[in-house]
């Protein structure tokens, strides 16, 4: 019998397997109950080209503290996206990492979006 985590991370693998087919970067996300993380991470998954999260500093003073919230998701979408562009990527594969495509993960994943990275 499989627990919630375990579940999570078998539909993760399923997931990088397609992925790693489309031979494009990945958008990557990590969700716990006080933050929301993001990472693009290169074709082959040896680099990290990007990070964003609501635990670096200037989220946290534009947040005033929830970081486990949609705005907050939001937030760190617009600043993936941002940093991706800058680091020359503009197309992703986005990888939720098992988790379910609704709240925090869609804001964050539409607000990518709205800032200009494709996927």
Sequence with gaps: MLNKKQ?????ARQTR???ALQRKARLTVFRSNLHIYAS????DSSKVL???STAEKELRDA???NGG?????QLVGKRIAEKAKAAGVEAV???RAGYAFH???KALAEAAREAGLKF
């Design 50 to 52: 990007a990070t964003a």
């Design 7 to 11: 579940q999570r991370l078998r539909r």
């Design 69 to 73: 919230n949609v705005a907050a998701a």
């Design 17 to 19: 397997v397609r992925i």
């Design 93 to 95: 594969a986005f990888d």
């Design 63 to 65: 947040l005033k503290g």
């Design 40 to 43: 693009v991470v290169s074709e």
């Design 103 to 105: 709240g925090r993960i």
